[in-house]
């Protein structure tokens, strides 16, 4: 069942997304060479914690870290610990902040130091198919047509789409209903409605989209060894539009 969210649950959805954004903002002179990813951790965890928010993922499903910290060809859920960046990584960080019950959820990619121009473009580039899934958001559209603009930018550009991995709607639950594909697909011929609220989150590899799950049970990697770009923005369904809640 996929719920339509009232004028107040939306207000609580914008605090956390707000939250969420400046935590993001605030990560950007934090991601250096040298920082372990629980140190980052930590830091995003007092952040959200001094906003009167708790980190959503913290103990979702037994998850042990209050953010995501995925690097290089870690597609999500890259578990934070002693491991140091290095120049010419990337990080993906994945926030989820909790207000008063209610969630978002937001994620951007991250370079340490110097990074080659394919990775520079592959950034770049899922960033920018984020935007153009979001653009199309409206009320009475199907939802692939959101899944087919995000489609595009990787076949445009040769990316590689993880299939296993896409958006979800939000909202008291941190993941409900509906999946958000990357892709164009038969299973995503929902129509949306004023006040559905869904997070929209490409994952492009710069090679082949097939991916496995690491040895902790959590972390999940191309299988190729390709690097990863990951953005995501919490949204809702406007009658002529959307709304960002997790940006300016």
Known sequence: MINTKSEEEINLMSYAGKVCYDLLEYMEDKVKSGVTTKELNDIADEFIRSKGCTPSSLGYEGYPGSICTSINDEVVHGIPGPRKLKNGDIISLDVVVCYKGYHADSARTYKVGEVSKEIEDLMK???????????????????????????SVAIEHGYGVPRELGGHGIGSSLHEDPFVANYSNSDSELILK???????????????????????????STQDGSPVAHYEHTVVVTKDGYKILTGE
Do not use: H, Q
Request: proline share 2%; with cysteine.
């Open 194 to 220: 004023s006040g559905m609220t869904i997070a929209i989150e490409p994952m492009f590899s710069l090679k082949g989209r097939k991916v496995w799950l690491l040895d902790d049970d959590w972390t999940i």
């Open 125 to 151: 580039y899922t960033k920018e198919a984020l935007y153009k899934g979001i653009s199309v958001i409206k009320e009475g559209i199907r939802l692939n047509e959101v899944c087919e603009a995000i489609e």
